[in-house]
């Protein structure tokens, strides 16, 4: 017989081939749910550019998002802060663990852009989750060496990407 075709070139639905082997509904069902999936994503990455904390602007969230492309390819908190480098190196042996500096092996110009983006945080956000711990050394507390500022700042744009990893996911 005729095989009618529909607006997207496909047979439609109790024509031709797609009948005789029972793919045609179900096929478009999968197809729907991938087109479901894709909007679910593109909501939730709106919904994220809203939530965005004071003090990290748009430019900066479209510079973090066009570095890691895809936020689903991080499977846990240690795998974000790990790819921007921010994460302690360790020297452990037997029963003993030392941490030491940051292992710098990941890309830098986002490590800068979440540093920056944490200084900005403390003048326009001072009660953001990630000051907690570092809140007297970073706002002016207590009277503190600048290596030892730097050394917050830079966990806190750890702690920065992490949420940013979590908003996005």
Not at 74 to 90: D, L, V, Y
Not at 148 to 157: L, N, Q, S, T
Request: hydrophobic share 35%; charged share 30%; with cysteine.
């Amino acid at each position: 017989g005729a095989r009618e075709r529909g607006p997207c070139g496909r047979r439609e639905e109790g024509a031709g081939r797609g009948q005789q082997r029972g793919g045609g509904a179900g096929r478009r069902e999968g197809e729907a749910k991938a087109v479901g999936g894709k909007r679910a994503r593109e909501e939730n990455k709106h919904a994220a550019a809203r939530i965005r904390p004071m003090g990290y602007g748009e430019l900066s969230a479209g510079m973090l998002n066009a570095e890691v492309m895809d936020w689903s390819r991080f499977k846990n908190r240690g795998q974000a802060g790990s790819f921007i480098g921010c994460c302690p190196s360790e020297h452990s042996s037997g029963g003993r663990q030392k941490l030491g500096q940051i292992d710098r092996i990941g890309r830098a110009r986002l490590r800068t852009l979440l540093v920056e983006a944490a200084w900005r945080l403390v003048k326009w956000n001072p009660q953001w989750r990630g000051f907690k711990k570092f809140g007297e050394v970073l706002t002016g507390g207590v009277k503190v060496s600048g290596a030892r500022k730097r050394k917050a700042i830079v966990a806190c744009a750890r702690l920065l990407m992490v949420d940013m990893w979590r908003l996005h996911t």
